[in-house]
């Protein structure tokens, strides 16, 4: 009842293709990596522009990684809103259906990149995956992935980070997602029943922040769906109005 298919090119190509194809959802896998050894946690990107269902799929992800790997999760409760400054966003921002990006271990961390490098820690990354999509999109149709780094017309040779213990990031998210669309392609919903945490989606997520430089000077929580919030570029001045 899936259909997986793999998206090569540039970013933008793979997304206008999968739009093409009227994917139900669309998966860019990577891994994380830092100049220190220690950073370690789960998180998921998200387009400036995503739907709801991006961001509540994307935080189970991210959650369901922290929960079966013990680590922790970052971003706002799982997610990065266009990502990290902005990178990210484009590797997101022209599909048409719900669509994240993951980051779910760190392959700087030699703890984190035994995982990612041994067949056990690659099963559970495309369990969970499975899941999310079994989950979320429980009506089968075709979902679209594609390799972070990996295919890209302009730059064919990049692999992306370096695994710790040898290897490369995108050849890992390969792995991983070719497990995952095993999974997909051979699941019979009659034999299982998964148990998708019923998120209540009661908690506002409308937050208004300054950001300088990369810091938070202002936070705007009680801002509404329903609220005004116009941008007076000549007076720069914020008009939030409560309707
Ligand atoms: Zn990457």
Same mark, same amino acid.
């Not at 409308?206 to 929580?221: F, P, Q, Y």
């Given at each position: 009842?899936?259909?997986?298919?793999?998206?090569?090119? #540039?970013?933008?190509?793979?997304?206008?293709?999968? #739009?093409?194809?009227?994917?139900?959802?669309?998966?860019?896998?990577?891994? $994380?990596?830092?100049?220190?050894?220690?950073?370690?946690?789960?998180?998921?990107?998200?387009?400036?522009?995503?739907?709801?269902?991006? *961001?509540?799929?994307?935080?189970?992800?991210? #959650?369901?990684?922290?929960?079966? =790997?013990?680590?922790?999760?970052?971003?706002?409760?799982?997610?990065?809103?266009?990502?990290?400054?902005?990178?990210?966003?484009?590797?997101?921002?022209?599909?048409?259906?719900?669509?994240?990006?993951? %980051?779910?271990? =760190?392959?700087?961390?030699?703890?984190?990149?035994?995982?990612?490098?041994?067949?056990?820690?690659?099963?559970?990354?495309? *369990?969970?995956?499975?899941?999310?999509?079994?989950?979320? =999109?429980?009506?089968?149709?075709?979902?679209?992935?594609?390799?972070?780094? *990996?295919?890209?017309? $302009?730059?064919?040779?990049?692999?992306?980070?370096?695994?710790?213990?040898?290897?490369?990031?995108?050849?890992?998210?390969?792995?991983?997602? %070719?497990?995952?669309?095993?999974?997909?392609?051979?699941?019979?919903?009659?034999?299982?029943?998964?148990?998708?945490? %019923?998120?209540?989606?009661?908690?506002?997520? #409308?937050?208004?922040?300054?950001?300088?430089?990369?810091?938070?000077?202002?936070?705007?929580?009680?801002?509404?769906?329903?609220?005004?919030?116009?941008?007076?570029?000549? $007076?720069?001045?914020?008009?939030?109005?409560?309707?």
């Amino acid at each position: 009842m899936y259909d997986v298919r793999f998206y090569k090119g #540039n970013y933008s190509w793979r997304q206008k293709q999968a #739009n093409r194809d009227r994917c139900a959802a669309y998966v860019e896998h990577h891994f $994380n990596a830092t100049s220190s050894t220690k950073s370690g946690y789960s998180v998921v990107v998200v387009g400036y522009n995503c739907s709801e269902t991006s *961001k509540r799929w994307g935080r189970w992800y991210a #959650n369901q990684i922290g929960k079966e =790997f013990k680590v922790p999760v970052a971003g706002k409760g799982g997610i990065l809103i266009g990502g990290y400054n902005g990178r990210g966003n484009g590797n997101l921002k022209r599909t048409n259906m719900p669509a994240i990006l993951l %980051e779910p271990l =760190f392959v700087s961390n030699p703890q984190h990149a035994s995982w990612v490098r041994s067949t056990d820690g690659q099963e559970k990354l495309a *369990k969970v995956l499975a899941d999310s999509i079994i989950g979320f =999109f429980p009506d089968g149709s075709r979902i679209g992935f594609s390799v972070g780094h *990996k295919y890209k017309t $302009n730059r064919p040779r990049d692999r992306g980070a370096a695994v710790h213990g040898g290897g490369a990031e995108a050849d890992y998210a390969e792995i991983v997602m %070719e497990k995952t669309k095993h999974i997909l392609e051979s699941y019979d919903p009659a034999k299982s029943a998964p148990v998708q945490d %019923e998120e209540k989606d009661d908690k506002p997520d #409308n937050d208004i922040r300054v950001i300088k430089d990369g810091k938070e000077l202002w936070l705007h929580t009680e801002a509404d769906d329903d609220d005004d919030i116009i941008w007076d570029e000549q $007076n720069r001045i914020l008009h939030i109005t409560t309707r």
